[in-house]
């Protein structure tokens, strides 16, 4: 049984972190989203992978290789230019007889790529809330009967989650299926074929989380962090607090006076502190600098990256390579404590959250005591002046002075 | 120019060939074609645009095969001149881009043996070379048959009975390596592939690959394993067709060290100090001449202008260089006169009526062009083609050095029939010509320096170019490269006439570019620059290397290699290319498509 992961979508959704990588990059707690697919797949008994791939592939490469070091086998498809999931999975022909299908954007758990993966054509299904935005999946039964397109008035909240079993068969149905209106090829009308034909078992998932947009990661994080375990491979020095469960990496200082709340996971050669304050749900990455007298709380900070002096950082997201200038500090809050509206991709979208800071893309610099405002997305090479007030979309590569 | 592809992996070659060479359609597109094995080796192709072929073309399962896009140089523009060439038992096929210089002579040889050539083409010989020591090992074949050529190449061949390997080599025509997973591109150029894999291996002159499923191997000539390192290509893909430039304009400018190499080969051979050119042109250029006209439009006509100074300056024929649109109306014409029209597209509308008029009235028509088998080639007695490739940028830039550089050799190839140069002389013409694509290298290198200068420009309302003899035709280049992409107001003068009215307008916010070359013009050039200082207009000088006293003169200098007399125009041009360019770019302009200007003008 083979476990094929789509993996070439760019996630544009994800802007401004997928101007430089690939969505299925994106770190949740220190591991690429496709990582934690690999290693929950592996657990769940998968050995052979291939990956779809296209953007910005090289580094998914890079980052896998054959897959020795995870004791499995990797091997690469280019889809090419993008033409949906059905032209993706199709591309697979001559590697696969029966296979697993995984997006690669969304994390499944062990047991239920287990069970998708018992014998029989099978898609994996989750009960939501607002499905709105996904396929609504109509059963008798078990058995699927049809795959609706994302419906305004939703038939049910059953969707379509993004993983399924298929054999040799699929590929007959995939080369008939037609161009959907916006000119690509969904699986969904593939499956809608088969489903007149054959028999396909719905199988209700336990776990599953979709990352949307970039605040997703957020929610992702706080979720994994919840199950970690207390590991300490680099040194606590004297005078440090910390409360809850904390993973520190190999090289990483924790300097006196530090104040830290877990769960936090801080990757290796980094420098935690002096004096400075953690709460809880913070993935800090590897090479990173949290300096004196910041405070962080429920964000993601990218390898290479620093926070180094008198910031505020919350619910916020930060790439690799940036590096914030003393006093910088990020709104996370309105004050009318509302939902916070987020600008991405020119388009005003209500995030739902109460609480969200800024999400900033890889190398953006700021100056001395700017102040970024809630929900601001800032893209890749942004350049942030002193004294600088910045909110709403900035695009890449752009100067705010 | 072609453009050639192969493919071998897992998806079906057809589409992957067909959407390569749609990508590569700018490389030329008169005719096109794709081999692919599907069990048996299956060959299509057709005149005319790639989609001509693509409905000829059954839904085949094969995963290897060879395409290729046509820019005809040898022979015309027809069915059995397209690629893929086939050998005698249709078993072996291939794609060329590339000159083979020596073709007649292995053509002869092979037909001699019973090969049977079905095109007029030089790539035609490659397939029944190969053929001819074909034991089954396709590259030990394609090693025998480089060993025998003489010219430019990129070649790609397949052999049915070897099914899912692809071969290449490469000499001077170029030739990149596709690195994927399960499969394999080559092709002239990273877009064909791109879609598919950014990994790349370059091939250098000289080299061989043999590329399977999931193999590469890179060898010379002598079949030595020759270790190439994977790199990465980071364009977008919608930056790709410009090959990771920001315009085509800027992609043409520096296509130049290949193009200005291109326009000599297979017509000059420095060791046997010979010039030549199709047989209808040589009768044209060793009648007896009293007069050139030269007939043209735009950028064209500044060429022409150049070529009045090349000609008259290495023969003595008086050379009389007239706008096409006035030339047709008013110009003189005898029977005892070459008319030499210069047009890019080969349909320039006043071009072509000048022509039918001189043609009319008795003249001997020779046509500068690009396109083969345009209006113009038919009208005219001979033609000579630039071989620049498609050029999409509306402002002229590769079309107008090579249009110089034809115009060198007809110069010259006149005073040979004219006995007017000697032999030590044309040997140092013909060698330093050579030498020319590594002087237009230098200068793109130095584009530093230009941007620099591009910055104190880009404010200025009007910008005057001065120069002296052939340097005068090249400073009205210069200003109509600057009007026609940046919109700011630019004259070009003969530096004498300045004095002579033009000086009215210097003020000091009126930049002047001279062009300066070490002449015996030089001393006079360095006095009119002094003359624009003491007005305190700012002066950029165009100078050679080894000009050191210059600094003394002018506000800013930018440089190109010193070289003998004449030759300098091709890296000056460069220098006025890139000037106008980065004024451009700086004052953010459509510079690909300038408002009102169309690339080629076929109204009159």
Redesign the interface.
Known sequence: MKCVILAAGEGKRMHPLTYTRPKVMLPIAGKPILEWNLLNARAAGLKEFIFIVSYK??MVREYFGDGKPWNVTI????Q??PQGTAHAIG?VE??VNEFIVLSGDTIFGINDIKHTARKGTKIGLVQIDNPTEYGIVELKGKQVLRIHEKMDDPTSNIINAGIYHFNKHIFEYIRNTEASPRGEFEITDSINMLVTQEHMEGVFLKEWRDVVYPWHLLDANEEVLKKMKTIIQGTVEKNVTITGTIQVGKGTVIRSGSYIEGPVVIGNDSKIGPNCYLRPYITVGSHCHVGNACEVKNSIIMDHSNVPHLNYVGDSIIGQHCNLGAGTTVANLKLDKKNIAVILNGKKIDSKRRKLGMVMGDHVQTGINSAINVGTMIGNHVFIGPGAVVKGEITPKTMML | MCGIIGYVG??EARTVLLESLKRLDYRGYDSAGVAIIDKHLKTYKEVGEIANVEKKIPLLKGTTGIGHTRWATHGAVTKENAHPHLSCDKKIAIVHNGIIENYTALKEELKKKGHRFLSQTDSEVIVHLIDDVYKGNLEDALIAAIKKIKGSYAIVAVSQDEPGKIIGARNESPLVIGV????NFIASDITAFL?????VMFLNDGELCVITTDSIQVLDRNKNHIKKKEE?ITWD?TDAEKSGFPHFMLKEIYDQPETVHHVLRGRISEMEEKITFPDPVEKLLKAELNSIHIVACGTSFYAGFVGKYLIEQLTNIPVFVEPASEYRYFGSRNETSLIIAITQSGETADTLAALREARLSGSKTLVITNIIGSTATRIADGYILQQSGPEIGVAATKTFTSQIMVLFLLALKIAIYQKKLGSNELYNYLLHLKYLPRHVRDVLERSDEIIAVASHLKDATSVFFIGRGINYPLSLEGALKLKEISYIHAEGFAAGELKHGPFALLTKDTPVVAIVTQDETYEKILANIGEIKARGSPVIAIAEDKDTEIENHADYVLRFPTSPHLLPCIPITVVLQLLAYHVADLRKCPIDKPRNLAKSVTVE
Do not use: A
């Open positions: 592939s090289e091997k690469y498809v280019n090419g230019k591309t001559p590697f | 897992f998806r994927g997973d399960s499969e879609k598919y894999t950014n990994r990465l893909v």
